[in-house]
């Protein structure tokens, strides 16, 4: 983090606290751009063919998406830029919830880029991220490269790196029977 002004050990006691409030006051209310993007990358034992249509076909996709437990239960795509893409899933808990976004990209095998939003109890889209989703090749295996941003909160983009790692893992179990 910059500091507005260089620190000095010489600086009164109470211009240090009031600095401290500002620098607090700053803190608690902002964050960047940046720290509200989440990039993960992974390496899939799999050929990048094989990875790219786990995220591209619906029957593929639905044997993996989301956190564990969780059971999705619907996956539509449009694959082409301008396409709907749209998920329904089921918690273990029973709670459902339903995401959707529309295709920007697609250059097979190399890339994948769309929007995501999850939608209320209405059907109503929440907040919007953009994701960005790079296959390269490497040895037989496949790196994958995912970013989505700019999320709301650093909280949000937490719980999307929890979501989203719980999700890589049944990636990896499935490209493992397939």
């Keep these: 983090m910059e500091l507005a002004e260089p620190f000095s050990m010489s600086l009164p006691a109470t211009r240090c606290r009031e600095r401290g409030r500002s620098m607090a006051a700053r803190s608690s209310t902002t964050t960047t751009a940046t720290e509200r ?25 639905k044997q993996w998406w989301g956190p564990r ?3 999705t239960l619907s996956c539509e795509m449009d694959l082409r830029p301008g396409g709907a893409w749209r998920t329904h899933s089921r918690s273990p808990e029973g709670k459902e919830y339903a995401e959707h ?8 095998p190399e ?9 209320d109890t209405d059907g109503k889209p929440k907040h919007e991220t953009l994701v960005t989703v790079t296959f390269t090749a490497q040895n037989g295996k496949t790196v994958l490269t995912f970013h989505q941003g700019v999320f709301e909160s650093v909280s949000s983009r937490d719980s999307h790196e929890e979501g989203w790692s719980s999700a890589f893992e049944l990636l990896v179990e499935y490209l493992a029977k397939n």
């Design 37 to 61: 993007e989440l990039t993960i990358t992974r390496v899939f034992a799999a050929p990048r063919a094989l990875v790219f249509k786990a995220w591209t076909e619906p029957e593929r996709v």
């Design 69 to 71: 437990g969780f059971t």
């Design 101 to 108: 976004g529309i295709f920007r990209e697609i250059v097979p």
């Design 111 to 119: 890339r994948i880029v769309f929007t995501q939003a999850w939608e």
